[in-house]
């Protein structure tokens, strides 16, 4: 039975796991994170998530709350989508998967009214966000951010046919 416990622990997923809890607890702890402590949690929140089935939201919900104590609903589905994400999130000048989510919106927004395109409110257009994300952010940032770029600039051509004025 040991052999077994032992031979699960190490495998990719439960390895995953172990990392992001490990970098969640250097998130809540300190003072001082990195993007990668972020990538870590996303990443172990993916495999945590794809354990479930988008039914059991309540049991996702219940393993985040036994795994990542203190990671509220909005910070999960933000660090997910930086994980999901990881070229634009390390492309962001924020910390903070939930400030570069953010910031990442509004630079998409700016680009569509450059554009002469139409901007969604409800984010119906990205497709690729979480079904469980917390709309309780606020759709554009405070005035005192900097509005620097949050995505490479290889991206900007490859809008879906979806956004297409």
Known sequence: MEAAAQQHKETPRSLTIERGKKAWGYITNTERQNKQHWLDVGKALLVGRAMFSRKQDKEFGAWCAEHFLGLSRGQR???????????????????????????????????????????????????????????????????????????????RQDFPESWSV
């Open 77 to 155: 589905a933000d660090a997910m989508w930086a994980a999901e994400h990881e070229e634009v999130y390390t492309a962001c000048t924020r910390m903070n998967p939930t400030h570069a989510r953010q910031q990442h919106r509004e630079d998409m927004r700016k680009e569509l009214k450059a554009s002469g395109g139409a901007y969604e409110a409800n984010d119906s257009h990205f497709e690729e966000e979480s079904e469980d994300a917390d709309r309780s952010i606020p759709l554009f940032p405070p005035d005192s951010w900097e509005s620097d770029t949050c995505y490479p600039v290889s991206t």
